[in-house]
Nanobody
Framework: QVQLYESGGGLVQPGESLRLSCAAS????????MGWYRQAPGKQRELVAE???????NYADSVEGRFTISRDNAKNTVNLQLNSLKPDDTAVYYC?????????????WGQGTQVTVSS
């Protein structure tokens, strides 16, 4: 069974930075994508950034140029560097891993870590 462990959230002021980390435990034998989603109060969960098979990174338009995602294959971790944070970035950030054994998608979610951007 795969489990995801997130760390790195917190309270920062606008313009500051944070780094989120997500480590996956268990057997990952058919990796497809790993990344971060976020959900603000009263809003739907949305993609922030993810790395797909072949190390292709995808970003939401709202974070392009400010956030950087990186993956350590050997450690089964994915990190998200959040720079130039804005109040609109305030949300619970969730790590997600997708595997596709036999072509069928199976996803795993972390518990979430709070990011609050406020002066």
């Amino acid at each position: 069974q795969v489990q995801l462990y997130e760390s790195g959230g917190g309270l920062v002021q606008p313009g500051e930075s944070l780094r989120l980390s997500c480590a996956a435990s268990g057997t990952i034998f058919s990796f497809y994508a790993m990344g971060w989603y976020r959900q603000a109060p009263g809003k739907q969960r949305e993609l922030v950034a993810e790395v797909t098979r072949g190390d292709i990174a995808n970003y939401a338009d709202s974070v392009e140029g400010r956030f950087t995602i990186s993956r350590d294959n050997a450690k089964n971790t994915v990190n998200l560097q959040l720079n130039s944070l804005k109040p609109d970035d305030t949300a619970v950030y969730y790590c997600r891993l997708e595997q596709r054994p036999y072509g069928r998608p199976v996803e795993y979610w972390g518990q979430g870590t709070q990011v609050t951007v406020s002066s």
